[in-house]
């Protein structure tokens, strides 16, 4: 059964990103192939010569997909906070995807500023998509001032190590059951984004394994089949590891040929 | 007026930041605005008045992840 986010239910749990694609056409292939249940966006200065803005809107409106605009770069909770009003102006939407940028080598989020701006912000009446970490006590923190959706980092944005911290993942997909959890960022390759489902979590968020593959359209068509798997893996309830071998093949019946 | 768009200075002879989104060639454009660090939305625009030195900004929907 899929959760929803903020009552909406997403035609996949694919969540691609828009940017460093080689250029707009591959950008739409890709999500065109990848047929994701929403596109990340984001807002930057528009110059009014080029107006590459105004061109980039035109794409998103004529892929049809669900956005979902984000404060990337955003390192305070002023300039995420302002940086979520012009994006909910510009979009007509109220979910952000919330980044408060902590430090720049693993560009983890500063959990306190993510904590205070989602608070502000869900005042605000915004639906609040946090890029956190696995911190359980970070978790309880976003969920009391009103998110309804954790997004734990896999791995540093933009990485692809996958997913770093199975067994963090694995405890917070444990302690919050009913929570839609969302892996982004740290994905590299389909696999980690299938393990991220198989884990349980209700989707993933994917931008540089697409973009900067040698052929972005093919590596979504692949992501869209991973997450397919996952979910369906999840769904059949996988069998349990063991530490020691123990034979599939039947032993009883087996001839004497020593 | 001097006042600086997107951390370029610019002369201009709107007085509302309405006027200059008009003036700077941006009409018609889907952006959003602050001004000083605040945002401004579009209705309040037109009521926004613009003093010598003020730092605009003006952005629009760009590719992100």
């Excluded at chain 1, 997909?65 to 984000?70: A, I, K």
């Excluded at chain 2, 945002?39 to 900004?57: C, H, K, M, Q, S």
Aim: aromatic share 6%; net charge negative; with cysteine.
């Amino acid at each position: 059964m899929s959760k929803s986010f903020y009552g909406t239910v997403l035609s996949s749990p694919l969540m691609l990103g828009t940017a460093q694609y080689p250029s707009p056409d591959i950008l739409r292939d890709a999500v065109r192939a990848a047929r994701p249940g929403v596109v990340t966006v984001s807002l930057r200065r528009e110059s009014a010569g080029e107006r590459a803005g105004q061109a980039f809107w035109g794409l998103i409106q004529e892929l049809g997909v669900p956005v979902l605009p984000n404060t990337a770069g955003c390192h305070t909770v002023k300039e995420a906070v302002t940086t979520a009003h012009m994006a909910r102006e510009v979009f007509g939407t109220d979910w952000i995807k919330l980044e408060v940028i902590g430090e720049l080598d693993t560009l983890q989020p500063d959990v306190f500023g993510l904590v205070e701006a989602a608070r502000v912000l869900t005042e605000d009446g915004f639906k609040v998509f946090p890029y956190t970490t696995e911190d359980l006590v970070v978790a309880e923190r976003l969920l009391a001032v009103g998110c309804e959706v954790l997004m734990p980092w896999g791995a540093p944005i933009g990485s692809g190590k996958g997913l770093n911290n199975v067994f963090g993942l694995r405890a917070m997909r444990a302690h919050f059951p009913d929570v839609p959890l969302v892996v982004d960022a740290g994905i590299g390759v389909p696999s980690h984004a299938a393990q991220a489902l198989e884990l349980g979590y209700d989707a993933v968020l994917i931008n540089t394994a697409v973009a900067k593959a040698g052929d972005p359209a093919l590596m979504a068509e692949a992501f869209r089949f991973a997450v397919q798997a996952g979910v369906l893996a999840r769904t059949a309830d996988p069998m349990e590891e063991r530490d020691m071998a123990v034979p599939s093949t039947p032993v009883a019946g087996k001839a004497l040929l020593a | 007026m001097q006042i600086v768009v997107n951390d370029e200075a610019h002369e201009v002879s709107a007085k509302t930041l309405a006027a200059l989104i008009d003036e700077l060639g941006y009409g018609g454009a889907r952006v959003a605005t602050a001004m000083d660090g605040s945002f401004v939305p579009v209705p309040y625009r037109a009521r926004t008045v613009l003093r010598d030195g003020a730092r605009i900004e003006i952005v629009a929907p760009m590719q992100g992840g």
